[in-house]
């Protein structure tokens, strides 16, 4: 498949997580959104990200679209350990979850961080670029916390966070919280569950290529690519 | 089906309309969200509407979440007209004017319209309720003239919004052109495709509850319940 996405954008690394799940090969391919492209703007007009093509079918716009994309099309490469569960209430937890970190916790932390901490730095003053707000930082700093106590509360009563077995719910969360982390931003003493259920995640092969993305003009916190931190 | 709402949110009505189309019998629960009542938030922590329960079984919570299990439940009600296609790609796509509606102009437009002009004036001001904000109306006005050129674009180039039958893609846009209709701020004049498209839609009879609802404090417009308007 081909992958239009930003590296620090959380729905772009969930489609990355996956797809390398699914041991699909993938080529990557670098969008600047805010040049607004002719040729992206042709195909999708919200500039949303990611956009995937299989093969010469596409695009599939928007990281729940490629998901269950991949899932009913290639779901069964992995019999035994679907990402997506089969009982329907279970399903719904699943998508409930995702939808929660892709577009909840998307808005409320990973989006101003990464917007105001890395986007703004490279994109240029007319396009929006400029300083960071601290009062945007300031604000996802506090809803982060909340966050990571929902987070402790799903990762302390059930081992995965839709279930006794990882599904694209775990993926999400962690794509979410991995650019935060890249930041330093991540409240990690908040809840000792949440760190232990993260860092079973980040040893998965499919978290490698994540762990060495790095953004232009801003370094990743110490931490970051440790898988004990 | 047990259906907790708010009639002017239009993911709510988009459920609604779903659930009507599969003629599925469905109690609706008036849900006041900005309360916070303690019975909700315990099921529901990011007080998500609609959220629906099957049986004794549930919650789904999101209109994602119940399309698809109503899809994947009851779906083969409709043989032959299903509402999602059985195609991917053509899955994809509607998945994808599904978002656009309920999240994208969601966001852009029926939001700020039913918060500024419904809601807040039923919400006490301690929770949030008050005076309209003449700025937010009016980038909403400008982001809907956008919206509907996109609309009219798509209706001209298809019988239907995702192809040549009607598929969960109209129900999202019709719900979410109904809420921002009832205070009789569709620019209709922007494009007459849109029209006749928002009109076979209107009168279908899963569109029939919607057209009487009334806002507690809020008038709709003269037209809107009209068929022939």
Not at 11 to 37: G, K, M, N, Q, S
Not at 124 to 150: E, K
């Amino acid at each position: 498949m081909i992958l239009h996405h930003h590296p620090f954008l959380a729905p772009c690394r969930f489609v990355r997580l996956l797809l390398a799940e699914h041991a699909i090969d993938t080529e990557l391919v670098l969008e600047p959104f805010w040049e607004e492209r002719p040729a992206f703007v042709a195909v999708n007009p919200g500039l949303t990200l990611p956009m995937a093509f299989d093969g010469d079918r596409g695009p599939l716009i928007g990281a729940g679209v490629v998901m269950e994309y991949v899932d009913e099309r290639y779901g069964e490469l992995r019999a035994g350990s679907r990402l997506m569960p089969s009982d329907p209430f279970h399903r719904a937890e699943v998508r409930r979850l995702v939808d929660w970190f892709l577009v909840k916790f998307e808005d409320e932390v990973a989006s101003p961080f990464v917007t105001e901490r890395i986007l703004k730095v490279e994109i240029p003053s007319r396009r929006g670029g400029g300083a960071p707000d601290s009062t945007l930082l300031r604000s996802a700093r506090q809803n982060a916390l909340g966050h990571m106590h929902y987070l402790g509360a799903l990762t302390t009563a059930r081992p995965w966070l839709a279930g006794d077995a990882l599904t694209f719910a775990d993926l999400a969360a962690a794509a979410a919280l991995s650019v935060v982390d890249y930041l330093g931003e991540t409240p990690w003493d908040a809840d000792p569950a949440v760190k232990a259920w993260y860092q079973t995640i980040k040893s998965r092969p499919a978290f490698r290529a994540l762990l060495s993305d790095k953004a232009r003009l801003v370094a990743p916190a110490r931490h970051y690519a440790d898988l004990d931190f």
